[in-house]
């Protein structure tokens, strides 16, 4: 190991004595740095990646939507599961509707789903919590929790449900509602989806909104490791003109952009944690210099040149970058594993705990980092480091051996 | 005189004071022989460090020269292979024991491998510290400090030792153990000895003694 190297080792981690003040204060600065710009890239990262996944669970990647309804979709169903890259396609109708129970009204969010093919684009049964997806036929419905807990309605109850279209009809005839059993209640984990929506067969949402053996738009699940985009290009060639395939991402293009804007701008921000880090590191190196000018001395009477005796400093704002990094990853990834325990003993004494599901539409924080973040995190951390190694390692190799001996 | 291994010729160093100008170093010339002791005294400011450091590399005279007989190497790694320093401040680096504080001179010059590594504890050894290699310098006495630096100038089997009042900081005893370790490892190692004291006992225990007065050698 060069004598640098090994010198640097020694003076930022004695052996044999009191871990050095220098050490110590380095690099927990930079482990907060690190982790704070961890936990942060990796919570507003969840909330889009929660997103996704939540959007994707309930209808699948690519959508099809249409001016109007989409007729003969049977044959559109057929074209789309034939091109590359589709794993299945299900058709939906959705709108609102009013439902009351024992007199108490509510406006839900109805999606029709066609029980047949459901299960090619997404599995609804892990979101059940009570009743079964299996009892969902014409004459019944499963309701979001957060519209079974308004409403007060429990399972096998039946409620009465009102579409627009009746709102159509003439003053004289007598507006009749349909009855429909609730069989099930199901959870999403969601805010908006789990707040006030009812699931029903696509032929009673067929017949509540008149559609006549149309649908509003088909889901479609793509194969895994097949891209959003590429695919919805795909689709696209093979539909008729009236149609048109939306990747999740296109339907939520402004929402996404305003989260990766925030995330460009947070990952901005906080880089200045480091970098304040880093400058902390290049004034405690700093006076590590003025503390062994006369050891920069015997250096150069040894022997040392003025390059190696520059690397011997410059390696100690590595080292405290490197072990800074490592703890900051450390600990930024132990926050967030535990980041509801922590969130949840916040709330508890704050009391915040339902205004932020109200608006951040998760019940929980979510976290989702990706490979890349950590990777510019890491690299941003240790080329800040190296550069506050730079100039008090310039200012020792310029100390003349015989200055630096004579000093006091 | 045996051969000489190091010359200097009307070396001459001025410093600047202020708007003063203060000659240290008037015109000295010095030969030293292979295998030589020689000693420099005289009072303080009357240049002996200076002119130390000017044999040493670790400063350049204004005027003069100097020549290091048979070293084909330059600047740094010149004082690495040709030179051992000892100095009255020892300078033991505070955070390695008193064995690689020995082995960071050759660790310096190629890095330490089993040879350095048996050098160095043999060495520490020879000034009496072989129970005392893992200890910190902060673990160790003033007198133990320079047996260490001594031990530490000789790590890399120089031509010429250099010794700076290496017993200024020591008691009159330890002083002249050191003296005597110095002269000891000397003629046994046959290195060329410079020793810079105020001690006219010590300065005359060496083959030869200098005294530098206002500049120059009288």
């Known amino acids: 190991m060069p004598w640098y190297f090994y010198l640097a080792l020694k003076q930022l981690f004695p052996t044999g004595r009191r871990f050095p003040f220098f050490t110590a204060i380095s690099v927990v600065s930079v482990a907060l740095g690190v982790a704070l710009l961890i936990v942060v890239l990796g919570v507003m990262g969840g909330f889009a990646y929660q997103i996704r996944q939540t959007i994707i669970q309930t209808e699948g990647e690519i959508q099809i939507k249409a001016r109007g309804s989409i007729g003969n979709y049977h044959e559109v169903v057929r074209r789309i599961e034939a091109v590359p890259g589709v794993a299945g396609a299900s058709p939906y109708a959705s709108g609102m509707l009013m439902v009351v129970y024992q007199n108490k009204p509510s406006f839900p969010l109805m999606r029709g789903l066609d029980m047949a093919s459901i299960g090619h684009v997404v599995s609804l049964e892990k979101f059940v919590t009570a009743g079964s997806l299996d009892a969902l036929d014409d004459d019944a419905v499963i309701l979001s929790e957060g519209l079974a807990d308004a409403l007060g309605v429990p399972i096998g109850a039946n409620i009465e449900v009102y579409t627009p279209l009746m709102l159509a009809r003439r003053d004289s005839e007598v507006i009749l509602p349909h009855t429909v059993k609730v069989v099930g209640v199901m959870r999403f984990g969601h805010q908006e989806l789990d707040k006030s929506t009812i699931y029903c067969t696509l032929r009673l949402a067929q017949e509540l909104y008149g559609l006549v053996g149309d649908v509003h738009g088909i889901n479609i699940r793509i ?70 000018t006369r050891e920069i001395g015997l250096l150069g009477a040894l022997g040392a040149s003025r390059r190696q005796i520059a690397l011997c400093f410059c390696l100690q704002g590595i080292g405290v970058g490197v072990v800074g990094t490592a703890a900051g990853l450390g600990l930024g990834l132990t926050v967030l594993h535990f980041r509801n325990d922590i969130v949840r003993a916040i709330t508890r004494v704050t009391g915040g705990q339902e205004l932020m599901a109200r608006f951040y539409q998760f019940s929980e924080l979510p976290e989702h980092i990706e490979v890349r973040d950590l990777v510019v995190i890491v690299t941003a951390a240790l080329v800040l480091s190296t550069l506050a190694g730079i100039i008090p390692a310039v200012i020792a190799a310029r100390l003349k051996p015989v200055e630096a001996l004579r000093s006091e | 005189m045996s051969d000489a291994i190091i010359s200097a010729r009307g070396l001459t160093k001025t410093f600047l004071s202020g708007d003063r100008r203060i000659e240290v170093l008037r015109g000295v010339d010095l030969e030293v022989g292979a295998g030589e002791t020689v000693s420099i005294r005289g009072e303080s400011g009357s240049g002996k460090s200076t002119l130390l450091n000017l044999l040493a590399g670790l400063d350049t005279p204004d005027a003069g020269t100097l020549t290091w007989v048979g070293s084909a190497d330059t600047g740094a790694k010149r004082r690495a292979t040709y030179l051992g320093i000892v100095f009255q401040s020892f300078y033991l680096i505070p955070e390695l024991d008193a064995l690689q504080n020995v082995l ?30 893992h200890h910190l310098p902060t673990q160790l006495s003033g ?65 030869r003694q200098l005294l530098l007065r206002a500049g120059q050698f009288s």
């Open chain 1, 223 to 292: 194969q895994p490791g097949a891209k959003e985009d590429e695919v919805a290009g795909r689709i696209n060639a093979v539909l008729p003109p009236d149609m048109r395939a939306f990747s999740w991402m296109d339907s939520f293009a402004d929402f996404l952009t305003v989260l990766k804007l925030e995330k460009n701008m947070m990952t901005f921000v906080l880089l200045f944690v480091v970098l304040v880090a880093a400058f902390l590191t290049m004034s405690l190196l700093l006076v590590l210099v003025l503390k062994k």
């Open chain 2, 143 to 207: 007198g133990e400090r320079q047996r260490v630096a001594v031990a530490r100038a000789l790590m890399n089997t120089p031509r010429l030792i250099l010794a700076d009042e290496p017993t200024g900081n020591l008691d009159e005893q330890t002083g002249g153990a050191i003296i005597e370790l110095l002269l000891g490892l000397s003629a046994e190692t046959k290195t060329t000895l410079v020793l810079v004291t105020h001690n006219v006992a010590h300065a005359a225990k060496c083959s």
């Open chain 2, 104 to 133: 960071m001179a050759a660790r310096i010059l190629k890095g330490p491998g089993a040879i350095e590594l048996a050098r160095a504890k043999e060495l520490l050894a020879r000034v009496g510290l072989a129970e005392r290699a």
